[in-house]
């Protein structure tokens, strides 16, 4: 009835249903559910919100409501929620993640995306990668092309070739090359 209604529970329901043992109910139903929270809820609710990213049958749309709920309930900016929500497999979170994400990240959160230059997936570097090309000047992607071989034992060449693409390639095929990668973020 709620899915069809398109009305949201008051908070304190919304708050007393997902508590529960999440396993029995649709993604339909979490997903609606999460309306409430964006309309009313506060970051009281965030660990809360956050059980629901341990489910195993959250489909991507709900776990994309999920980031954007966190993500807008995190009114100060807590570094240990986004730090959580950045240890994903999945690209499309991530990208998600990039897109609602409210600050330039600094310190600690700078570092677990540049971190991600050395994930094993290749979607998830260059995810990162296209992320930090919009926020980052060149001088400092510079210093990530020149310390990435080094900072860890293993590294990807695609990081290495985008960077280098990216930064010294002439100016029309450097456009292009960045603009290659900051689509991979839509």
């Known amino acids: 009835a709620l899915s069809r209604t398109k009305n949201t529970l008051p908070i304190e329901i919304t708050r007393q249903v997902l508590n529960k043992d999440m ?3 649709s993604n339909e139903i979490i997903f609606n559910l999460l309306d409430s929270y964006l309309k009313n809820g506060t970051n009281e609710d965030i660990e809360n919100i956050r059980n629901l990213l341990s489910n195993d049958n959250l489909s991507d749309n709900t776990a994309i409501k999920v980031y954007k709920v966190l993500v807008k309930l995190d009114i100060d900016n807590n570094q240990q929620t986004l730090e959580i929500l950045l240890d994903t497999d999945n690209p499309v979170l991530l990208k998600t993640l990039f897109s609602v994400m409210p600050i330039t990240p600094k310190g600690s959160i700078l570092d677990t995306i540049k971190s991600l230059l050395y994930h094993e997936r290749d979607t998830i570097r260059e995810v990162a990668l296209s992320y930090l090309l919009q926020i980052m000047e060149d001088k400092e992607l510079i210093e990530i092309l020149e310390n990435y071989p080094t900072q860890n ?7 290495v070739c985008w960077l280098d693409r990216c930064l010294y390639a002439p100016d029309e095929l450097k456009e292009h090359f960045r603009n290659d990668l900051i689509a991979k973020l839509v």
């Open 23 to 25: 396993g029995y109910f």
């Open 153 to 159: 034992s293993t590294y990807y060449y695609n990081v």
